[in-house]
C-alpha cells in the first residue's frame, strides 16, 4: 500500500511541473530562451545569459520576445538584470548583485565547472595579451575537436554529448572533460 501512495505522490508533482509551464506566454517564447529559463526554473543551474536580438525576423518581433520573457520571468519569480539586448537570469537576487558587482564571474554565475572556468581565464589572458594574434578558446576548443574527429578520435555516446555543450555556450577545458560531461548530461536530461 505504501508503493501506491509514493507513486500517486510522484505522478502528481509530473503533473504539477507541467502546469507549471502551460500558459500562452511560454509557448509563443522562442526556443532558445525556453530552453536556457528552463535549466533555471528546474534548478539545474543558477543562472544564465539569454541574447535577446537577430532571431531572423523583424523588430516588432523582437519587441514582443522581450516583452514574452519579461512575463515568464515574472511568473517563475525569476530575476534579471538587462544590458543592451543581453538578459542575466538568476533565481537568486544575491548572486545577480554580486555578478553585477564584479564580485562573482559569469563562469560561476553559469554553473561551469571550476577547471573549465580556470582554462577559459588563461586561454583569454593570453588572447588578450599585448600584440597576441592567438584565437580565443571558443576557436580553439572548436578548432581541437575538429581536428581529433578528422583524425579518428573514437567517440562514444558519453564523449559525443560534449558536442552537444554547444548549445550552452560551454567551452570545456578538455574534449573527455568529466566534470564538463556530467554537467552537461544533468542539462539535457532533464
Known amino acids: 500500500m505504501q508503493?501506491?501512495?509514493?507513486?500517486?505522490?510522484?505522478?502528481?508533482?509530473?503533473?504539477?511541473?507541467?502546469?507549471?509551464?502551460n500558459f500562452v506566454q511560454w509557448y509563443k517564447l522562442n526556443l532558445y530562451a525556453r530552453a536556457n529559463l528552463i535549466s533555471v526554473v528546474e534548478g539545474?543551474?543558477?543562472?544564465?545569459?539569454?541574447?535577446?536580438f537577430g532571431w531572423g525576423q523583424n523588430d516588432a518581433h523582437d519587441i514582443l520576445q522581450k516583452k514574452l520573457?519579461?512575463?515568464?520571468?515574472?511568473?517563475?519569480?525569476?530575476?534579471?538584470?538587462?544590458?543592451?539586448?543581453l538578459y542575466y537570469v538568476c533565481d537568486n537576487r544575491q548572486m545577480l548583485k554580486k555578478l553585477w558587482n564584479n564580485q562573482l564571474c559569469v563562469g560561476d554565475f553559469l554553473g561551469y565547472p571550476e577547471c573549465c572556468i580556470k582554462t577559459?581565464?588563461?586561454?583569454?589572458?593570453?588572447?588578450?595579451?599585448?600584440?597576441?594574434?592567438?584565437?580565443?578558446?571558443?576557436?580553439?576548443?572548436?578548432?581541437?575537436?575538429h581536428q581529433q574527429l578528422l583524425e579518428g578520435f573514437h567517440v562514444t555516446q558519453c564523449e559525443c554529448s560534449i558536442c552537444s555543450l554547444l548549445y550552452t555556450f560551454h567551452v570545456p577545458c578538455r574534449i573527455?572533460?568529466?566534470?564538463?560531461?556530467?554537467?552537461?548530461?544533468?542539462?539535457?536530461?532533464h
Not at 3 to 21: D, F, G, P, V, W
Not at 44 to 52: P, S, T
Not at 122 to 141: D, Y
Not at 176 to 189: D, F, M
Request: glycine share 2%; net charge positive.
Open 3 to 21: 508503493k501506491n501512495r509514493t507513486k500517486i505522490s510522484h505522478k502528481k508533482s509530473n503533473a504539477q511541473l507541467k502546469n507549471k509551464y
Open 44 to 52: 539545474l543551474r543558477h543562472g544564465v545569459i539569454i541574447e535577446m
Open 69 to 85: 520573457l519579461e512575463c515568464c520571468l515574472k511568473k517563475f519569480k525569476l530575476f534579471y538584470k538587462k544590458e543592451d539586448e
Open 120 to 145: 577559459f581565464d588563461k586561454r583569454i589572458e593570453k588572447v588578450t595579451a599585448k600584440n597576441s594574434s592567438q584565437k580565443g578558446p571558443a576557436v580553439l576548443f572548436s578548432r581541437k575537436l
Open 176 to 189: 573527455n572533460c568529466k566534470k564538463a560531461l556530467y554537467w552537461e548530461k544533468k542539462l539535457k536530461t
